[in-house]
């Protein structure tokens, strides 16, 4: 059985710092794209941070750059996202998310998310 446990949450203020971690089991993150993604109170789910599978090549939503900085630790099967200089614009339930094709399957797996307060 699939599971993704985030965890690393909290509240801090503003300009602060927290790093997010995406315990896997059941799956080896290496072979998956792993990605962050965020939901604010009243919003559309969206993109933060994502890596590659293999290679780990990463990439980053505009809002975040030079922010946050996603990173794989294969050894561990765990996937981080630093985030820094943080504004109460990021506050928001933070989800790891992992998808692999297989043939013509998709394999999206979800957890069930980290809340983030940034507020002073």
């Known amino acids: 059985q699939v599971q993704l446990v985030e965890s690393g949450g909290g509240l801090v203020q503003p300009g602060g710092s927290l790093r997010l971690s995406c315990a896997a089991s059941g799956l080896t993150l290496s072979t998956y794209a792993m990605s962050w993604y965020r939901q604010a109170p009243g919003k559309e789910r969206e993109l933060v941070a994502g890596i590659t599978s293999g290679a780990g090549t990463t990439n980053s939503a505009e809002f975040v750059k030079g922010r946050f900085t996603i990173s794989r630790d294969n050894a561990k099967n765990t996937v981080y996202l630093q985030m820094n200089s943080l504004n109460p614009d990021d506050t928001a339930v933070y989800y790891c998310?992992?998808?692999?094709?297989?043939?013509?399957?998709?394999?999206?797996?979800w957890g069930l998310g980290t809340q983030v307060t940034v507020s002073s």
């Open positions: 998310n992992a998808k692999k094709w297989e043939l013509i399957r998709l394999d999206d797996y």
